[in-house]
């Protein structure tokens, strides 16, 4: 039953990052999922502090705060103060992380809060954290909290698709056709941040950026229409998780390392055997081009009779 229940939680996290991650990619912005990932530990430190407890909406809330205030520096430095994305980005999310860092670290003695857990998780304990409600035994807490998390993104998703998808491409677009484009852009972040924070305890802000980038990247490789790359992100997500569940169990390793490995693993092969544009598959294409150009300047032979008297 543990088994189910570790995979079932992996699955569950894989689809709610990859959902919004998909969006980033389309916007060239995949690493802001880990500038996020990373900037919201000061939120989630002073959510702990503030109520001495593992209590999920707090932490909700402080990492969608930070979240978007990641964002919105980001953009103030890169419009006031003349820098490029990568750059504001940088400072943004190193400078709120060594916030956390610290925050952790001078008041780690008065609450239960590891920063180990939260970079790298540990998935195999998600059976054996229960949640009591009225004294019925409800099951994980996080396989919960992920639901939630995950019925929240396909919300925001299909409610505001026509106008994620006019913004994924084109803000300019966007703006001129009167889309909100702040509330959707927004709201993306936020959905981004509460995704990360509600995999942080399960596993861990390291594999919350590979799921966030790895499938929806995976995904771009082998569609052209933001529907069909929304589900196939989803798809090698859930592929992602139970495959590396059962190759940390050949290889006794981490389970969220394991995972993050098999995002990569699918990512290889959509990139070399794409039926469409794989490099391999362009190479022989290549080859076989040329093939038929050499034959094309070959002449042709003509057949002589030879007489014999």
């Known amino acids: 039953m543990s088994t189910f229940w570790i995979i079932l939680t992996a699955c569950l996290a894989s ?6 991650g998909s969006f980033l990619v389309l916007r060239k912005q995949a690493m802001l999922g880990d500038a996020i990932s990373h900037a919201v530990l000061p939120g989630i430190a002073i959510a702990f502090l503030l109520t001495a407890s593992r209590n999920t909406f707090p932490m909700l809330i402080g990492a969608g705060a930070f979240g978007l205030l990641t964002v919105y520096l980001t953009e103030k430095l890169q419009r006031r103060g003349r820098l490029m994305n990568d750059a504001s980005m940088g400072i943004v999310f190193t400078t709120l992380f060594a916030i956390g860092v610290i ?17 790298y998780g540990e998935i195999a304990y998600v059976p054996w954290d229960i949640w009591i409600f009225n004294g019925m035994n409800m099951g994980p807490r996080p396989v919960w909290i992920l639901g939630f998390v995950l019925l929240l993104n396909i919300a925001f998703v299909t409610g505001c698709y026509k106008e994620l998808k006019i913004y994924a491409f084109d803000r300019q677009l966007a703006v001129s056709m009167g889309i ?21 305890e399960s596993v861990g802000a390291i594999l919350v950026v590979a799921l966030i980038v790895v499938p929806p990247a995976t995904a771009y490789l082998l569609s052209q229409r933001l529907s069909l790359m929304l589900v196939l992100s989803v798809v090698f997500g859930i592929m992602s998780s139970v495959s590396g569940y059962y190759l940390a169990l050949w290889t006794n390793s981490s389970i969220a390392g394991a995972i993050a490995v098999m995002t990569g693993v699918f990512f290889m092969l959509a990139l070399f055997f794409n039926p469409a544009d794989g490099v391999i598959v362009r190479r022989f294409r290549g080859r076989s081009e040329s093939s038929k150009q050499m034959l094309e300047f070959i002449p042709e032979r003509r057949e002589t009779k030879v007489s014999v008297r």
Do not use: K, N, R, W
């Not at 936020?190 to 942080?200: D, L």
């Open 15 to 20: 689809s709610a990052c990859a959902l919004v």
């Open 180 to 200: 909100p484009v702040l509330f959707v852009h927004y709201g993306l972040m936020g959905t981004v941040s509460f995704s990360t924070i509600a995999a942080f």
């Open 103 to 119: 925050i952790v670290t001078v008041f780690a003695g008065q609450v239960d809060l590891d920063q180990e857990c939260i970079l």
